[in-house]
């Protein structure tokens, strides 16, 4: 397995070179499960740090059963699945994007947040998901120290 990445920084250079993304955000799971924190972005004026979307109100359950529960990624590769599955679709389609891949990121079986690969319709197939998985393997403890901070 390769070494962890030292800053989100670095995670999304490497997002960029191998996924390639045009926004880019790390979340953690929040107030006691109830919520999702954002702990990184490329778009601190859109998608802000600390910016929170609750489980039980802002996010579909199949997504939420999927990726947080399931601990699977989860490939939208175009417009109509991101509109399916984010209520913040019109925001995302502003920025030029249609696309998303999320991954969870696991800490000793457990779901401690996700990461998230946004670019135009039609970027992400199953390699894009490899290589996101990837990153988030290698982004762990970084998430792990964020949800240190965060609690």
């Given at each position: ?8 920084d ?6 960029q070179?191998t996924v ?7 979340s ?6 109830t ?6 972005t ?6 802000p740090?600390g ?10 359950p ?15 590769a175009?417009k109509?699945a ?11 389609e ?8 999320n991954?969870?990121?696991v800490?000793?079986g ?15 197939d ?6 996101a ?5 290698r ?13």
């Amino acid at each position: 397995m390769s070494s962890q990445f030292e800053s989100f920084d670095a995670v999304h250079a490497n997002a960029q070179d191998t996924v390639g993304v045009t926004l880019f955000t790390a979340s953690v799971i929040a107030e006691g499960g109830t919520s999702m924190a954002r702990i990184y972005t490329t778009h601190p004026d859109v998608y802000p740090v600390g910016g929170k979307k609750t489980l039980a109100g802002d996010t579909n359950p199949m997504w939420l059963e999927q990726v947080l529960k399931g601990q699977q990624p989860f490939l939208g590769a175009d417009k109509e699945a991101v509109r399916a599955f984010f209520f913040d679709s019109a925001t995302i389609e502003s920025l030029g994007c249609g696309a998303i891949v999320n991954v969870p990121v696991v800490s000793n079986g457990q779901t401690i947040g996700s990461m998230n690969f946004l670019a135009p319709e039609g970027s992400y197939d199953q390699q894009s998901v490899d290589a996101a998985t990837k990153i988030a393997e290698r982004s762990v403890q970084l998430l792990e120290n964020a949800l240190a901070a965060t609690n």
